[in-house]
């Protein structure tokens, strides 16, 4: 399921921490595809349908934890194909770490059905601290797949996150595409550093 969310610009002039959450009907929160700090401007989150059975659900998006600007929504979600694959992320990333390179290689891909257009692509590594460690990938590309690479010097073994967000060039003024971005976390461990 694409959900999309727009922070306006006339009401923050700073970036905004943003969270999604989805609660089945006893209160319980069983999803957050939204978890993240944004600038002003219009944002698309991907929720897949295995993660939700059939129900009602209570959305809350809130910016800066604050539950005095907090949108709530009640939503029926009816999955009339779940037994169907799931469709591709149209951004993707592979980390392809070994502990003998001196080097982690990120293959990444932009869908055709992403964007037509070039559009503006970052891959970031966070550490546990939630500090940007790492920008490998922070350039335009048109759709394809493409191989960047990551020198572990400097870096500690352990766990990151990485984020890849391609879409609107911030900027760009006017520019017609949301940013859509896939997180996940990675362990980045070698035996020993070249």
């Known amino acids: 399921m694409e959900i999309a969310y727009w922070i306006p610009g006339k009401v923050y002039s700073d970036p905004v921490f943003i969270e999604l959450d989805f609660f089945n009907i006893h209160g319980t929160r069983v999803a957050k595809p939204v978890n993240e700090t944004h600038a002003p401007g219009s944002y698309t989150a991907f929720l897949p349908k295995r993660e939700l059975p059939d129900g009602t659900y209570f959305v809350r998006l809130r910016a800066n934890r604050s539950e005095e600007n907090a949108e709530r929504r009640s939503l029926k979600l009816i999955w009339a194909y779940r037994n169907q694959p799931e469709p591709k992320d149209p951004i993707d990333f592979k980390i392809e770490n070994s502990p003998q390179d001196s080097l982690v290689k990120i293959v990444y891909s932009i869908s055709e059905m992403f964007s037509s257009h070039p559009v503006f692509v970052e891959i970031i590594f966070f550490n546990n601290q939630n ?13 394809g797949s493409y191989t960047a690479f990551l020198s572990k010097r400097g870096l500690p073994d352990g766990t990151y996150w990485v984020k890849m967000t391609a879409g609107r060039d911030f900027t760009l003024q006017g ?3 949301s940013p859509y971005t896939v997180r996940r976390r990675e362990n980045l461990i ?3 550093r070249k």
Do not use: G, I, L, Y
Not at 131 to 143: L, Q
């Open 131 to 143: 500090m940007m460690v790492a920008r490998p990938v922070n350039k335009t590309h048109a759709s």
């Open 175 to 177: 520019s017609p595409h």
């Open 190 to 192: 070698w035996a020993e």
